[in-house]
């Protein structure tokens, strides 16, 4: 392996990452009648299904079979789970191929879009900006949910998939269908009653029979996973209270917010495994800007308990668009308020929608003055420039245009109204010195997220979108490990430093950028081609990166562009109790625990995963990075690594590769807030390319909290650990482990919408 001048330090790769059988299994391998499938299985379902949808040739479906084979390439993991299906094939169903949505919130539509692409695992971004949500009618009748039928009463062959409803005078029965539409259309129904005209400020008396509902249990067919309807029947009365609270006004931005999660909580419930949301926010909203304040509530005895009236809000992130440059002060204040609770993430819109229009701002200064009069002049002016120089542009083109700031879950996609689908390079499994190995990689993500732009949806409003600005997304993992093997150990202690602008400095950013040029060229050009071969119309953005945190622990990869937590660690993976998957890892010599969620009457964790009490485990997987073993790499701590180091390399990142944005979570200190500020603000007043990235507080004692994720540990311990592991493994076959407990439909349906644990169900902690 080639290294640039820095001496051979380069790490060999993993054959097996420890982590990938208990994850491959559990999130992407589907049960079918022969049994559960294997990776090859999964390859050839979803190959098949590209090659159908995409038209490809025999010579890109051979790239793209050797590329999965050695997992360097790989779909999105929603299209690892349910590509080349017969579910996927209905139009109906289109959308369950992408990991992350954006809806504009101007109509009820909007509401009843949204639950339904959260039931099909799609992540759901949501712009709940004044100008949108004021398009929303006037709430006029109040609603009283008088009763609500149990669950599962009529017989299966009776049931019936359609929601019908019957109304007479103020009274309105409303009888749900036994299937994703039937769920979405009783809860659209009752935010059309509230603004209905017919009933003049009635208060409406509104019955929910939900007998045709399959109860708790039943296998859910197609897309797989099993029923379990527990919070359907509260649903309508939480939106009930909700909506009736705003009669005689429109909803509040946060009120809108609360009705899209309480849609979120009923589906995470209902077994679509996670939910992934983002909720965007004007920056002048102050409602909004607090709606997750006091979310905690401590009692004199120092328990804390959750706001049951605001507690769908942790479905989903929030963040704060700014249209204008915000100031340093203002920055500072969000940083502030990121570390302290979690909340606060700014979004600078103008760059999100220079990028998304790099059809038109194909230099750095047309962009760059773009955001001077956007920022400066407004929207509008921004609006006149564009007809100006690039006219006639049709109104409503030009309307979608300038709101191309909408973002998915975890923050790397942006555009209006979109879908989008992302496909990985793992990084980390690839020579740095081999440049064809590399061009293969890319040039098969790239394909296989251009197939996608063949689906023509169903939904005006996401069909239109997609006409006016196509969008994919090609992202990498393990980028870190990357650099690493490329450069050894001197690259890891320059990072230590904080990546300072010394000679080695500016020699090892050069060739970063030039790695990072080299593959969005080879991204662009495969998009584009293929496009053109395909009279489709070209993106004009087509690399990103995202969190990765799912997918990349099927070759252990550091996730995205994030360094790793340590160089060993023990990661936890959750699965609910008796899982065979996890069954089966005890019999591999991994060890069980229970989740930090099951405790004593005292409060104190359990720890026997048999106890009666426990409903949840933790599997354990003693784990190192691919150049653990490197000299010296012990001797540099990762968790001492500056958020100025971290914000350089992302921006790196974001500079040379990425056309949409770059998920980021960077880690701080409270010492770091205000030089993580100034570096934000210049930034953004220097337009070098930032958008939104999340902020996490850092905390010296990370081993304080049991049972967490990941766990860092020392070499002694890790050998150890996996000493131990060795000794109680009674089968060195995964697989064959597995069929000894595999009974049943698989409980979960596919991984969420961001593939990733960074960005699912974020739980505002407690103010310190």
């Known amino acids: ?243 009736t609270k705003a009669v005689g006004r429109k909803l509040t931005s946060v009120e809108c917010c609360l009705l899209i999660d309480e849609a979120a909580v009923t589906i995470v419930a209902g077994n679509i495994r996670r939910s992934a949301g983002m909720r965007q926010f004007s920056a002048n909203d102050v409602m909004a800007i607090g709606a997750k304040e006091n979310l905690w509530q401590q009692d004199s005895d120092g328990n804390w308990s959750i706001d049951p009236e605001k507690d769908a809000l942790r479905m989903a992130n929030h963040t704060r668009v700014y249209h204008t440059r915000p100031s340093l002060e203002v920055i500072q204040e969000a940083v502030t308020k990121q570390f302290h609770s979690g909340e606060g993430a700014i979004q600078f819109a103008p760059e999100a929608i220079a990028r998304s229009n790099a059809d038109l701002l194909t230099t750095p200064e047309l962009k760059e003055e773009f955001i001077n009069i956007y920022c400066d002049q407004g929207k509008e002016e921004a609006g006149n420039w564009l007809q100006e120089n690039y006219g006639p542009i049709p109104s409503d083109e030009l309307a979608h245009r300038l709101g191309r700031y909408g973002l998915n879950p975890c923050g790397e996609i942006l555009g209006a109204d979109f879908h989008c689908n992302l496909a990985e390079v793992h990084l980390n499994q690839i020579d740095p010195s081999d440049e064809q190995g590399q061009f293969d990689a890319f040039k098969s993500a790239a394909l296989s997220v251009a197939c996608l732009l063949n689906h023509r949806f169903e939904i005006e409003r996401y069909r239109q979108s997609r006409a006016w600005d196509p969008i994919v997304g090609v992202s990498f993992t393990g980028l870190f490990d990357f650099f690493v093997h490329a450069f050894g150990t001197p690259w890891l202690k320059w990072w230590e430093a904080g990546r300072p602008n010394t000679t080695e400095g500016s020699y090892f950013k050069q060739k970063e950028a030039e790695y990072l040029g080299r593959w969005k060229k080879v991204v662009n050009e495969t998009v584009w081609e293929y496009c053109d071969r395909h009279g489709l119309r070209r993106p004009n953005r087509c690399t990103t990166v995202q969190p990765a945190g799912t997918k990349s622990l099927l070759t252990g990869a550091a996730p995205g562009w994030h360094p790793p937590k340590a160089q060993r660690f023990i990661r936890r993976i959750t699965f609910r109790k008796n899982d065979p998957v996890a069954m089966a890892c005890m019999d591999y010599g991994y060890t069980v625990v229970p989740s930090q969620s099951d405790k004593d009457e005292k409060g104190r ?5 048999f106890d009666p009490r426990c409903t949840e485990w933790l599997v354990e997987i003693p784990t190192q990075v691919s150049w653990a073993n490197l000299p010296g790499a012990d001797k540099v701590d990762i968790n001492n690594f500056s958020a100025l180091a971290q914000f350089d390399f992302y921006m790196q990142v974001q500079s040379f590769y990425t056309e949409h944005n770059t998920s980021a979570t960077i880690e701080f200190r409270e010492n770091e807030i205000e030089p993580l500020a100034k570096a934000l603000h210049n930034a953004i007043d220097k337009s070098e390319g930032y958008i939104s990235a999340a902020l996490l507080a850092r905390f010296d004692a990370n081993a304080t909290f049991p049972r ?28 064959e482990a597995l069929k000894r407990y595999d009974e049943g439909e698989l409980t979960e349906a596919g991984p969420a919408g961001c593939d990733s644990d960074k960005c699912l169900l974020p739980l505002a902690k407690p103010n310190n």
């Open 1 to 243: 392996m080639t290294t640039f001048g820095v001496g051979d330090h380069r790490a060999d790769f993993p054959p097996t990452a420890p982590a990938a059988n208990p994850v491959f299994y559990r999130t992407y391998s589907r049960r079918t009648s022969s049994g559960r499938e294997s990776w090859n299985e999964v390859s050839k379902r979803n190959l098949e299904g590209l090659r159908q949808l995409g038209k490809l040739s025999q010579d890109e479906m051979d790239l793209m079979a050797r590329m999965q084979a050695e997992k360097k390439a790989l779909p999105s993991g929603r299209w690892l789970w349910i590509g080349g299906t017969p579910w996927i094939e209905n139009k109906q169903n289109f959308s369950g191929a992408y990991n992350c949505t954006s809806t504009n919130l101007r109509d009820w539509e909007a509401f009843g879009l949204m639950m339904d692409l959260a039931m099909m695992g799609c992540g759901t971004g949501a712009v709940i900006e004044e100008h949108l949500t004021n398009q929303l009618p006037v709430i006029t009748n109040p609603i009283n949910i008088k009763t609500v039928s149990e669950i599962g009463l009529t017989p299966a062959h009776d049931r019936k998939e359609g929601t019908s409803h019957k109304i007479e005078g103020n009274h309105v029965s409303i009888k749900v269908g036994d299937s994703r539409r039937g769920w979405v259309d009783s809860y659209q129904i009752l935010l059309e009653l509230c603004s209905d005209a017919r009933f003049q400020g009635q208060e409406l008396q509104i019955s929910i029979d939900l007998s045709d509902v399959r109860p708790v249990g039943e296998s859910l067919k197609g897309f797989g996973g099993m029923a379990n309807p527990v919070k359907l029947k509260d649903l309508f009365a939480r939106v009930a209270r909700l909506l």
């Open 605 to 609: 964790l359990l720890d026997d995963p």
């Open 708 to 735: 967490l994720p990941f766990e860092p540990i020392d070499a002694t311990t890790y050998e150890s650990l996996q000493s131990e592991v060795f000794k109680r493994r009674v089968s060195t076959d995964f697989f």
